[in-house]
């Protein structure tokens, strides 16, 4: 009987020792996966902090620089087309070619 119950208790003591190495294991791979995740929702982070400044150093931009109005010169051949109508002629044209084809009610 004592010899049954030392190898009784042997084979305990290695099955502890079995659990507690399966334990240590599996606490690593958690951690290793939580040291995975974490490392990636930082990534993630430190990217849509840049993706922001951009976005933000884009905006000063736009705000800084003045809307730039195209100023339209006055040759004399555009007065001179003025004041002959030919240009309203030529838009009532278009209007009238507009209108044939459906394009304006």
Same mark, same amino acid.
């Given at each position: 009987?004592? @010899?049954?119950? =030392?190898? %009784? &208790?042997? $084979? !305990?003591? +290695?099955?502890?020792? +079995? ?5 240590? +294991?599996?606490? =690593? *791979? &958690?951690?290793?996966?939580?040291? #995975?995740?974490? +490392?990636? %929702?930082?990534? $993630?982070?430190?990217? %849509?902090?840049? #993706?922001?400044?951009? %976005? @933000?150093?884009?905006?000063?931009? *736009? /705000? /800084?620089?003045?809307?730039? $109005? #195209? ?5 004399? /051949? ?9 240009? *309203?002629?030529?838009?009532?044209? =278009?209007?009238?070619?507009?209108? #044939? =084809?459906? !394009? *304006?009610?």
């Amino acid at each position: 009987m004592s @010899k049954t119950c =030392k190898t %009784v &208790e042997n $084979l !305990r003591d +290695k099955v502890r020792e +079995k659990s507690t190495q399966v334990k240590r +294991k599996q606490s =690593k *791979i &958690e951690e290793t996966n939580m040291s #995975k995740t974490c +490392k990636t %929702v930082e990534n $993630l982070r430190d990217k %849509v902090r840049e #993706k922001s400044t951009q %976005v @933000k150093r884009k905006q000063s931009k *736009i /705000e /800084e620089t003045p809307k730039q $109005l #195209k100023k339209v010169e006055s040759s004399p /051949e555009n007065v001179q087309n003025s004041m002959t109508g030919h240009n *309203i002629d030529r838009n009532r044209k =278009k209007t009238q070619r507009s209108r #044939k =084809k459906g !394009r *304006i009610i």
